[in-house]
């Protein structure tokens, strides 16, 4: 059993198509919605975690790449610009994930983006402006 938090990006014609219940049906995948934006008409953008066998993960990411959807995982969409963190711990204490924490021995903030949800709160705390998301 394996469990990948990816992000969706679907293009306006599929907005309103059945996408998720066919990873569940026909792929035998458990998902939990991290964060969705879809608006009819428009491109919809979807965070997911998904867990099952690592044949069906690979099998419904081809289905979702052969009808359009464009897929990749959630941690190559969150990162921290190392020079311009001046940790200070503002994003410590409004992290829902404990994707970040402080360093007991250093005092620095260490960021675990396996953890992360990309919610965002990160991004608005952060005085340095060091976190970003790159949807």
């Known amino acids: 059993m394996i469990a990948k938090k990816i992000v969706l990006k679907f293009p306006h014609q599929l907005v309103d198509q059945p996408i998720v219940y066919k990873l569940v049906k ?21 965070v997911l975690e998904l867990k099952g066998t ?23 969409d969150v990162s921290r610009n190392e020079e311009r963190c001046t940790h200070c711990g503002a994003c410590v204490t409004i992290c829902p994930t404990g994707a970040l ?31 970003k998301i790159h949807f």
Do not use: H, W
């Not at 969705?36 to 428009?42: G, H």
């Not at 069906?56 to 359009?68: E, H, M, Q, R």
């Not at 924490?101 to 060091?130: H, W």
């Open 54 to 76: 690592d044949s069906d993960y690979k099998k419904s990411i081809k289905y979702l790449s052969n009808i359009g959807v464009k897929v990749q995982l959630l941690s190559q």
């Open 26 to 46: 026909d792929y035998n995948l458990e998902f939990n919605i991290l964060k969705a934006y879809v608006t009819p008409r428009e491109e919809g953008l979807l």
């Open 101 to 131: 924490q402080v360093d007991p021995s250093t005092r620095k903030i260490n960021f675990y983006n396996e953890k992360c949800i990309a919610c965002g709160l990160c991004i608005t705390a952060c005085p340095p402006r060091a976190m």
